[in-house]
T-cell receptor, first 114, second 114 residues
Framework: AQKITQTQPGMFVQEKEAVTLDCTYD???????LFWYKQPSSGEMIFLIY??????QNATEGRYSLNFQKARKSANLVISASQLGDSAMYFC???????????FGAGTILRVKS | DTAVSQTPKYLVTQMGNDKSIKCEQN?????MYWYKQDSKKFLKIMFS???????INETVPNRFSPKSPDKAHLNLHINSLELGDSAVYFC?????????????FGSGTRLTVV
């Protein structure tokens, strides 16, 4: 069965610094996708970045990058040059062929300090 | 144009009432979902429909009944509302079976049962 684990309930980061949000996953399917979503206090779910299990390179989208370590089954999100607007809940999620559903981790609350 | 729109955004109702939440997507996706986000922010899938056919039905009370009149619409009807049903309900859509495609979420419906 698919499982996503986010072990950091909350994180603080100083404005303009980088921060890493941890995510580990478990699946028996060799083909899967890993996603990160941001949920600000307004409540909407915003897609940030995607990493495929067969991708050779780590995904990047602007200030977001995904540190994908397949052997360790980890897919950590790195946010560079943090901004106050990055304060939000961040969810790691996985989709594989077997489950046909997006399974979420418990989320990490990020607070950016000025 | 909003890709996935759900209404209403807020719903306050008394215990025992019946209520519906509507969802529509204009992305041409063939699969739609209902997720529940509880007070601890945990996101859990409830139902999934593919081309009007139910394909995922997690352990959800029978009081919850999804209905999909066509592949662009997925509504959620809840009978005999209970206090524990208070949560944020998200509608989402995606193409079926593509692991490299995340979900597009609606803005959520905050249901409060009093």
């Amino acid at each position: 069965a698919q499982k996503i684990t986010q072990t950091q309930p909350g994180m603080f980061v100083q404005e303009k610094e980088a921060v890493t949000l941890d995510c580990t996953y478990d699946t028996s399917d060799p083909s899967y996708g890993l996603f990160w979503y941001k949920q600000p206090s307004s409540g909407e779910m915003i897609f940030l970045i995607y990493q495929g299990s067969y991708d050779q390179q780590n995904a990047t989208e602007g200030r977001y990058s995904l540190n994908f370590q397949k052997a360790r089954k980890s897919a950590n999100l790195v946010i560079s040059a943090s901004q106050l607007g990055d304060s939000a809940m961040y969810f790691c999620a996985m989709r594989d062929r077997g489950g046909n559903k997006l399974v979420f981790g418990a989320g990490t609350i990020l607070r950016v300090k000025s | 144009d909003t890709a996935v729109s759900q209404t209403p955004k807020y719903l306050v109702t008394q215990m025992g009432n019946d209520k519906s939440i509507k969802c529509e997507q204009n992305l041409g996706h063939d699969t739609m979902y209902w997720y529940k986000q509880d007070s601890k922010k945990f996101l859990k899938i409830m139902f999934s429909y593919n081309n009007k056919e139910l394909i995922i039905n997690e352990t959800v009370p029978n009081r919850f009944s999804p209905k999909s009149p066509d592949k662009a619409h997925l509504n959620l009807h809840i009978n005999s509302l209970e206090l524990g049903d208070s949560a944020v309900y998200f509608c989402a859509s995606s193409p079926l079976g593509l692991v490299d495609y995340g979900y597009t979420f609606g803005s959520g419906t905050r249901l409060t049962v009093v």
